[in-house]
């Protein structure tokens, strides 16, 4: 059991990580035969969604995406993990960053492609924001208090 709200965001945190592989088929792919750049956004929303959500268990909306950073392209017939791990938690935010690595489907090893950086704000039922940390352990942070 967690004894402090920093050991109840670490634990958080680590619970939310995300990981999801996707193949890069040809629909996917521009003039060059890599990815587009719009669809590797797309799919880093989806998986930094996944994860805040994850961690907060409350409805969450984006905000912003920070910082993209595109390192090695992403050619078609390969195929892409995208992790996804909370780095920073405000009041009602939640800051994700996404690291897409790209392997070969006849070879081993991968390389990063691909960093960016999704800003999340928790709401609730009226769509205002709230606390990012799920109610039930704040109450828990309280009792102990």
């Avoid at 670490?10 to 890599?34: C, G, I, M």
């Avoid at 797309?42 to 995406?65: H, K, P, Y």
Wanted: charged fraction near 25%; proline fraction near 3%; hydrophobic fraction near 40%.
């Amino acid at each position: 059991m967690a004894n402090s709200l920093e050991e109840i965001i670490e634990n958080r945190k680590q619970l939310s990580q995300t990981r999801v592989t996707k193949a890069v088929f040809p629909d996917r792919t521009n003039h060059h035969d890599t990815l587009f750049g719009g669809t590797a956004l797309q799919w880093m929303d989806e998986v930094s969604f996944i994860a805040a959500t994850r961690f907060s268990r409350q409805n969450i909306v984006t905000v912003s995406s920070d910082k993209i950073d595109f390192k090695h392209p992403v050619p078609g017939g390969s195929v892409v993990e995208l992790i996804a791990n909370v780095v920073e938690v405000g009041r009602t935010s939640i800051k994700v960053r996404v690291d897409m690595y790209v392997e070969s489907l006849y070879k081993d090893g991968c390389e990063k492609a691909i960093t960016g950086y999704f800003s999340f704000v928790a709401i609730d039922e009226n769509r205002k924001p709230t606390s990012a940390l799920p109610k039930e352990f704040l109450d828990l942070q309280n009792i102990k208090r």
